[in-house]
């Protein structure tokens, strides 16, 4: 039961957001009472928590196997960046609003959770990248990605950029691009033009 719920209330938090579903509305749309529900979670937020715990993972299994991918390492990493977008601002782009405005310590949570391990493949992307000559030589991988992260959640998560009215898509192309592009070679270059383009 536990697990049936929290698919279905995925789902309907994927689909409509968290902020507007209430414990009573997910209880109805599972098909159980409030009561039920509450037996099993004891508020929205415990509810939230495992369904993040299933969201991630699965986040985490795709992106794992993205970057199990023989393509180059500017290629892993530019897929990753344009995956986690895609998820920000995608079909679910209400769900990751309410999340990272309501509930950014869950994500944070969330994303310590199962990122770690996607961290240290990119990590080691970055390390290949360097060793074959598509990024510059004299980077430090966990530096690189420090500042990858500072500038996704500066697009994600506040509104620093927000008086600038720019589609997401527009807003990444002037700031985490610009720094993709930043840390290549003229051989990393190639590539991040042809993917740019």
Do not use: W
């Not at 979670?41 to 991918?69: P, W």
């Not at 920000?88 to 994303?111: E, R, V």
Request: aromatic fraction near 12%; include cysteine.
């Amino acid at each position: 039961m536990k697990e049936q719920i929290v698919q279905t209330s995925l789902k309907q938090f994927l689909t409509y957001g968290i902020k507007s579903m209430k414990m009573q509305k997910l209880a109805a749309d599972i098909g159980i009472s409030t009561k039920t529900l509450y037996k099993h979670f004891s508020d929205k937020e415990a509810l939230l928590q495992e369904c993040l715990k299933v969201h991630y993972g699965a986040t985490d299994r795709e992106i794992q196997n993205m970057l199990n991918d023989d393509a180059s390492p500017v290629v892993l990493l530019f897929r990753c960046y344009a995956k986690s977008m895609e998820l920000d601002f995608g079909t679910s782009h209400l769900f990751y609003h309410d999340l990272n405005y309501y509930y950014p310590l869950l994500q944070d949570k969330a994303i310590r959770l199962y990122g770690g391990k996607a961290f240290t493949v990119l990590n080691d992307t970055i390390k290949k990248g360097i060793a074959d000559g598509y990024f510059l030589p004299y980077l430090q991988p966990a530096v690189v990605m420090q500042a990858i992260t500072v500038l996704y959640t500066s697009v994600t998560r506040q509104d620093t950029y927000k008086k600038f009215k720019l589609k997401p898509t527009d807003l990444a192309k002037h700031t985490i691009n610009i720094y993709l592009r930043g840390i290549c070679t003229e051989k990393g270059l190639e590539i991040m033009d042809e993917l740019t383009n």
